[in-house]
């Protein structure tokens, strides 16, 4: 479906997110660009271009109806936190190999459990 599910153990955070950003999301995981590329592509193709990495992206908060996120991106000795959507940030994370964090307090104040 449309979800993006991140968890530790058997705590999940569950969020819904459109059809294009979950598709982009499993393109990213499956290494795969169909057709042309997305913006997601691009972004990375940027990124690289300019020896920016994305050192880690990190689920930070939700106010209720929106989850938040952080993209770390590092060039250098330079360092950027930039404001993202979740589904963007994972997108490109994916694409990137790059880490994604989650926030223990986000998992125990929202996660699901998983395990049955």
Not at 3 to 19: M, N, P, Q, Y
Request: glycine share 6%.
């Amino acid at each position: 479906g449309n979800s993006v599910i991140l968890g530790k153990d058997c705590k999940a955070i569950i969020a819904d997110t459109s059809e294009e950003r979950a598709q982009s999301i499993q393109d990213g995981l499956d290494k795969r660009i169909t057709g042309r590329p997305n913006t997601h592509d691009i972004f990375v193709a940027t990124l690289r271009s300019f020896n920016i990495s994305l050192d880690a992206v990190q689920l930070t908060k939700f106010d209720g109806s929106s989850y938040y996120a952080n993209m770390i991106l590092v060039s250098g000795n330079k360092v950027l936190n930039l404001d993202s959507r979740p589904s963007d940030a994972i997108a490109v994370a994916v694409r990137m190999n790059s880490t994604i964090l989650i926030s223990q307090n986000l998992l125990d104040l929202y996660g699901q459990d998983i395990c049955i």
